[in-house]
């Protein structure tokens, strides 16, 4: 009998593994910038699979993907751990590696080809800067809504803004995206509530994250230790990634027209909240006596909120904080986007979105009221 032993050691294999992860970042960046076809191939597998996995993951009560990434991050220190202290460090290496192709390849197909599909509003607002008049009016105007609401929605003992009942949020957030037109919310039909919160709420409070929407099992997932101010804009936000809005602005801008008319109130002053407070920062490097104007004007309930959002974020304030938004900085310049200052460029697709709809409406009016033959 012939015995063949594998030569487990064979730095070929390593290299090979090795070299097949740039290539496919390669590769993938070549099919999307050179070919829409793969990208609509791709994204009529997105849909496919969103409506699969919705319809599976929805099912559990927990949040799957947040256990399969509990998985995959044991399984790595494990596979770390062999390659440091045990033998046959060749073959662990070539694990390793082997896992980091699977997992990137994966990613591509079910959500990293998302960032090259066109943008909602095509490539007219690539360079869109709004001027500091219209940021101005948009906080007046967004001041004056926030402060009509706050009067209406409900409190705690403590005068801070309070949820009634989260499931009732979720499906308000879902029927108030089938008002969106199709255009605007990539044509995706979410029939699905996955909408769940995260098993990590704690960490992810001291990571500064929000939420986040687990390409893996199409789920949503939700920081639900978050004030509840900010969780019905975060629920919109990421029900936009659900439909296959992958860049930030553009998700943060679908959570506006999400919420901004919803007929739930706990909705629509958390959305002009975020509105206020992002128009505010980005007023405070133009004009900040402007800023410190305006802020004079807040009522008592919002001032009372914010500050709620303020030691918050002071209570969990560390170093796991500013690794994170270092990590999710480079991560977003690497797809494509203006890193972590892609969450406040939707203000200037609100902006621009008002103003068209505004010259809709004139134009309208003057058709309407014009004589016969003029």
Not at 277 to 293: C, G, Q, R
Not at 316 to 342: C, E, P, R, V, W
């Amino acid at each position: 009998m012939r015995i063949i032993i594998r030569n487990k050691k064979n730095p070929k294999n390593l290299i090979y593994w090795a070299g097949i992860l740039p290539a496919q970042y390669f590769i993938f960046s070549i099919l999307y910038k050179t070919s829409d076809t793969t990208v609509l191939f791709l994204y009529t597998f997105f849909i496919i699979r969103q409506n699969a996995h919705s319809l599976f993951f929805s099912c559990f009560p927990f949040s799957v993907g947040d256990l399969f990434y509990t998985f995959l991050l044991v399984y790595f220190i494990f596979l770390l751990y062999s390659l440091l202290f045990r033998i046959q460090r060749m073959y662990i290496a070539k694990k390793i590696l082997i896992l980091f192709n699977v997992l990137f390849f994966l990613y591509q197909i079910f959500w990293g080809f998302l960032y090259y599909k066109e943008s909602i509003f095509g490539n007219s607002l690539s360079v869109l800067e709004a001027h500091t008049q219209d940021l101005k009016d948009l906080a007046t105007s967004e001041l004056s809504v926030c402060k009509e609401l706050r009067k209406e929605v409900r409190e705690n003992t403590q005068g801070i803004f309070t949820i009634p009942n989260i499931d009732s949020l979720k499906v308000q957030t879902l029927r108030d995206q089938e008002k969106i037109p199709k255009i605007l919310r990539s044509g995706f039909e979410n029939m699905y509530l996955n909408i769940k919160p995260s098993l990590y709420s704690d960490i992810l409070s001291y990571t500064g994250i929000l939420g986040y929407y687990n390409p893996f099992s199409s789920e949503v997932q939700f920081n639900s230790h978050l004030p509840d101010s900010q969780i019905p804009f975060t629920l919109s936000h990421e029900t936009a990634h659900q439909r296959g809005i992958a860049r930030e602005q553009e998700a943060n801008f679908i959570a506006y027209l999400t919420g901004s008319e919803s007929r739930d109130l706990s909705i629509r002053y958390s959305i002009h909240l975020n509105v206020l407070k992002n128009t505010l920062s980005i007023l405070n490097k133009k004009d900040p006596v402007f800023v410190s104007k305006i802020k004079t004007k807040f009522s008592r309930g919002i001032k009372a909120d914010l500050e709620n959002e303020k030691k918050h974020q002071q209570q969990f304030q560390g170093k796991l904080n500013l690794i994170f938004y270092t990590i999710n900085d480079l991560f977003l310049k690497s797809n494509k986007q203006q890193g972590n200052s892609a969450y406040t460029y939707y203000i200037n697709y609100i902006i621009y979105y008002k103003k068209k709809i505004e010259l809709y409406n004139s134009i309208r009016k003057k058709q309407k009221f014009s004589p016969p033959g003029s």
